[in-house]
């Protein structure tokens, strides 16, 4: 029958082969696909690595500057640091120094405040003045000064606190807790903050009692001896006085008696004697 009838016929290539073919092509498009891309990819790696070396070197630039900088910051610190240490060490040594002075008992020192008080005294003071460190400590320098002696040394102390002067020096009278009245000689100088306005104030108080009963006791000696010299010249005044009365009198009756032409040589020499001594 004619449906049974199979046709007898030559096949073409792709015909036979037509599903494979495109397989392969899609296979080979995928190969140029991923070739291209890897290609692409490539050379976005190897700039992707140039701006990395790039960006690597700029680092290690940037990380040795900033090593230099620190090492010399380093440096510097270090340098610093010693000379701190060193000014640091001097600055103890001054204030043991200073320390020993303020303590050394035949020495009168005080640090007191702008407003007169005792901020510290050491012994030599204390001993001066009869009062305790606490005593000192409710109490101000006026409080202790004598009256006459007061307006004098507040003046200057005011010069101080304007900025007129830095130190001053004057002779003083204290009172001491027992009542008794001591000359000092005081030095006063102060301590001043970055601003020029005072911090403190030190004082160095001298006991110059002694010297000043002994410079009294020469003057009242001194007093005794002018009116004692002034009494002298008076007596040998008045005793000229009283010599010269009865002198002028012998005096008058030796040349008298050298009118006498009857006298011997001897006489007449010591009538010449009596004249001239007069």
């Known amino acids: 029958p004619p449906d049974s009838i199979v ?4 096949y073409s290539f792709w015909e036979l082969y037509q599903p494979q073919i495109i397989a392969i092509g899609m296979g080979f498009a995928v190969l140029l696909l991923l070739a291209l891309f890897l290609a692409g990819s490539n050379r976005q790696l190897n700039r992707t690595r140039l701006a990395l070396r790039d ?6 630039h940037q990380v040795q500057e900033r090593t230099a900088q620190l090492s010399a910051a380093n440096v510097a610190l270090t340098a610093e640091i010693s000379e701190r ?11 043991a120094r200073l320390r020993s002075y303020f303590e050394l008992p035949r020495i009168a020192i005080a640090i007191t405040s702008l407003e007169k008080g005792w901020l510290e005294v050491n012994a030599g003071l204390i001993a001066m003045l009869g009062y305790s460190s606490q005593e000192f ?7 202790l000064t004598h009256p006459d ?9 005011d010069r101080v606190l304007a900025g007129e002067i830095d130190t001053y020096a004057l002779e003083k009278r204290f009172i001491r807790k027992s009542g008794e009245v001591i000359w000092t000689d005081l030095s006063v100088g102060c301590v001043r903050k970055p601003d020029r306005t005072v911090e403190y104030m030190i004082a160095l108080l001298h006991d110059t009692s002694e010297r000043k009963r002994a410079e009294e006791e020469l003057a009242r000696a001194k ?3 002018e009116a004692a010299n002034r009494a002298k010249s008076t007596f040998l005044a008045n005793m000229s006085h009283e010599l010269r009365t009865p002198l002028n009198a012998i005096l008058g009756f030796s040349a008298m008696l050298a009118q ?18 007069g």
């Open 7 to 10: 046709e007898n016929r030559q």
């Open 55 to 60: 960006l690597n070197a700029s680092l290690e």
């Open 85 to 95: 240490s060193r000014a640091e060490a001097a600055l103890r040594e001054n204030a």
């Open 137 to 143: 400590a409710s109490l101000t320098w006026a409080d």
């Open 149 to 157: 002696d007061l307006a004098t040394d507040e003046a200057q102390f």
């Open 223 to 225: 007093d005794a001896a």
């Open 260 to 277: 006498d032409a009857n006298l011997t040589t001897g006489q007449y020499e010591d009538l010449a004697i009596i004249n001239r001594s």
